[in-house]
């Protein structure tokens, strides 16, 4: 008996020796074993197992999007014994998509991303945990009240220009209140305090401001070799201290150190009120204007936040309480009142303001004062009407990244089908906004030149998100990844998709082009030679008035027919990537880092739709005002209308589009970068393009669906290369390259175009 507990024993030690080490041990990904019959099972029309299945599931594992299924063991003996079958079943399991996520509505998020017909986006939803971010973010965030170890010198190129940009003009405004101090005799000891402020402000590098009575600081128990100075015990000591007599009769008695000294309340001393009255509100107007500059520069953050943290605490501090101090080298953090090292810190283009990027947060202002400005100074009495095109053109960027994020903020806490329908609207509300102004302006004008605008940056936003979004983040994240993969399968999805919608799109033109009239204007010969050939100019096609039957019998027809099947294919996408069809995108949750903790969210569904509204009405502004003062660009530019129409009304819509694209290939995720070009392209073709039609046929403004030769070769050019360059499921910067050359041709040819009829 003895024997068999000795032997159980060993046996036990050696099970939690051998667990101890296998938890030492590196996690073995167990995707890799299903990526070996991944293929395999799909020929023979068997569910693909997912990896994390085992007839004994364990806590902590991936969770899939879709149901467990059992694993066709036949297939998996018949892949171990064919090398060809383990490199096909890991080439279509490498697709595989792992989300790691903090939350849940994080990681309803990071799917939407790899959805069709979801708007991508790159930034959290979720108000992330302060201890989970990194290092670098937390020092954004910090608010200057530390004294931290740090080497180096004080002396660096931020901290000279902040000499040039602010350190002068604030030391003289100290100077100044010190002087009026001085005058005022019962300011005096104000005017020592601004004395010291002037020459911390000048170069406040290398300084820290501090109460008086806590000069003497505090070591941190995480430096125990930190030199702290000692704090001063009383002098009467306690009789356990005095010495170590066994006489122990009497109870040790404890001396509470003597409070110190009594002073006159702050508020109770007349040159506090000399000091509010005199020094301080210039004080508050001079660190006011710094604070707003420093913040509007972004970069210059800290500066911004060292203005504030004075204004707020320390000029309404007494003056014999603050003490400025030079910093010596140290291993501890001791905490102050103002501690700042550099001036300038390049990584505030990161810092968010209630999940708000601090670039939207400026722009903002911006169009509030182009919305009153343009509808209050009707007749470009104090602003110019080219001023207010560009204000207006450059309001719809920060609009469109609130529109991003309430969309994002939507989908994340909703299902699927609530997602897709905010995605298909308010995705859609950017454009639709512009395009219907610039209708409607044009039938008020009786000009034909604001439809063909409107052509134009329709064409324009599909060459954009076809060939330069999908470039450009192309050559950046191979430029750092040298190459990456992305999965082939979705891409076809959308790639096949592109060529409905453009085929769709351009048929009216097509059908036009093979049964249209060409008529053309101001035909001539040259005289005395009747067998020269005609010299026409302005060649076009009829179809409306000149071809009245040709048009209203069969184009018209063929239009409204099409703009009811691009929506219906576009439905049928939907149904096709997310529900039956979802394994395509082989997404997998893996909550266990966020498991457990809860998540505070940016903006409710009620919030994100109050934003949405409110931009959406903006948005509907700034795109009249862009309308109404297009007139005078047409007019006074060499420039052709085609070109302002493709570059400028088409591609600035989808700057934040743009930058989302370039942060997730530099993230390795090219995947990503690809989908975000080709759900707005889609869109463009099976949404914006039928509601015009919809919207013409309750109120006719005149809008046909034929477009120029020129948009219809660039259109199909550009799907076919796209096409032809996913097709192997990798990319590299040479790809990227030549997709942005060929879109910079297409620019070319538009450049040098002649404006189009009507214009």
Not at 646 to 654: G, H, I, N, W
Request: aromatic share 12%.
């Amino acid at each position: 008996m003895s024997h068999y507990k000795a032997s159980a024993s060993v046996d036990g030690d050696g099970r939690r020796r051998r667990a101890a080490t296998e938890a030492s041990e590196p996690h073995w990904d167990p995707e890799i074993k299903a990526y070996r019959y991944n293929s395999l099972c799909d020929r023979m029309g068997m569910p693909v197992p997912h990896p994390d299945m085992t007839e004994t599931p364990s806590p902590g594992v991936s969770h899939p999007l879709g149901q467990h299924t059992p694993k066709c063991l036949s297939v998996l003996r018949g892949c171990s014994l064919h090398s060809r079958c383990l490199d096909d079943g890991w080439q279509e399991g490498s697709h595989r998509t792992t989300i790691h996520a903090e939350n849940e509505v994080e990681a309803n998020k990071e799917a939407n991303n790899y959805r069709f017909g979801f708007r991508k986006w790159k930034s959290h939803v979720t108000e992330l945990p302060f201890e989970d971010r990194s290092d670098v973010v937390k020092e954004l965030y910090s608010d200057l009240n530390y004294i931290r170890p740090v080497t180096g010198s004080p002396i660096s190129l931020g901290n000279i220009v902040y000499l040039f940009l602010f350190g002068w003009w604030i030391c003289l405004a100290y100077l100044v209140i010190c002087g009026l101090m001085f005058i005022s005799i019962i300011g005096i000891p104000y005017g020592k305090l601004c004395q010291k402020l002037a020459c911390y402000f000048l170069w406040p590098f290398g300084k820290a401001i501090q109460k008086t009575s806590s000069v003497v600081k505090k070591c941190c128990v995480k430096f125990p070799d930190c030199e702290a100075i000692p704090e001063e015990e009383p002098t009467d000591s306690t009789p356990l201290t005095k010495s170590c007599s066994p006489v122990t009769a009497e109870p040790p008695v404890l001396l509470v150190p003597p409070p110190p000294p009594q002073r006159p309340r702050y508020w109770c001393k007349v040159n506090t009120y000399v000091w509010l009255l005199l020094g301080f509100p210039l004080l508050a107007l001079v660190h006011s204007l710094a604070c707003f500059l420093a913040w509007f520069l972004v970069f210059s953050m800290p500066v911004a936040k060292m203005n504030a943290r004075t204004l707020r605490s320390i000029l309404l501090m007494p003056p014999e309480e603050v003490h400025i101090r030079n910093l010596e080298k140290q291993h501890c953090e001791t905490k102050v009142l103002l501690c700042c090292y550099r001036a300038f810190n390049w990584n505030y283009y990161k810092y968010k303001v209630d999940c708000i990027n601090i670039f939207a947060i400026n722009v903002l202002p911006l169009v509030i004062v182009t919305i009153v400005i343009g509808y209050v100074d009707k007749g470009n009495v104090y602003v110019s009407s080219q001023a207010k095109f560009a204000t207006a053109v450059c309001s719809i960027i920060p609009l469109s990244y609130y529109i991003g994020m309430g969309i994002a903020s939507i989908s994340a806490q909703s299902n699927f089908a609530v997602g897709a329908v905010v995605n298909a609207t308010f995705g859609s509300m950017i454009e639709m906004t512009f395009y219907i102004s610039a209708l409607l302006e044009g039938f008020r004008e009786g000009s034909k030149c604001f439809e063909e605008i409107v052509k134009a940056a329709l064409t324009g936003t599909l060459l954009g998100c076809i060939l330069f979004i999908p470039g450009i983040c192309m050559i950046i994240g191979g430029l750092k990844h040298r190459e990456q993969r992305f999965n082939s399968r979705s891409a076809g999805v959308s790639s096949a998709l592109l060529f409905i919608s453009v085929g769709g799109a351009f048929a009216p033109t097509l059908f036009s082009k093979a049964y249209g009239r060409l008529v053309c204007e101001g035909c001539s010969i040259t005289p005395g030679n009747m067998t020269a050939a005609f010299s026409c100019k302005n060649c076009h096609y009829a179809l409306t008035e000149n071809n009245w039957s040709l048009f209203h019998s069969h184009i018209e027809p063929l239009v409204y027919t099409v703009s009811v099947l691009l929506p219906v294919a576009y439905l049928i996408g939907l149904i096709f990537t997310l529900k039956t069809h979802s394994h395509i995108y082989d997404i997998h949750i893996n909550e266990d880092n966020g498991h457990g903790h809860g998540h505070v969210v940016h903006w409710s569904r009620l919030q994100a739709l109050v934003v949405l509204i409110l931009t959406t009405v903006m948005m509907a502004a700034c795109a009249d005002l862009t309308t109404d003062n297009i007139r005078s660009i047409i007019s006074h530019s060499s420039v052709s209308q085609y070109f302002l129409g493709v570059t400028v009304l088409a591609m600035v819509p989808e700057l934040p589009e743009i930058v989302n694209g370039i942060q997730f290939a530099l993230q390795n995720n090219i995947s990503l970068s690809l989908e975000v070009g080709s759900c707005i392209a889609v869109q463009v073709c099976m949404i914006q393009i039928p509601l015009l039609i919809l919207f013409n046929a309750f109120y006719d403004v005149g809008f046909v669906l034929i477009f120029s030769d020129l948009h219809l070769w660039a259109s199909i050019v550009s799907v076919i290369l796209v096409n032809y360059i996913f097709m192997d499921g990798k990319s590299d910067y040479f790809q990227g390259t030549a997709l942005v050359v060929v879109y910079l041709i297409l620019l070319a040819l538009y450049f040098f175009a002649p404006s189009p009829l009507g214009c």
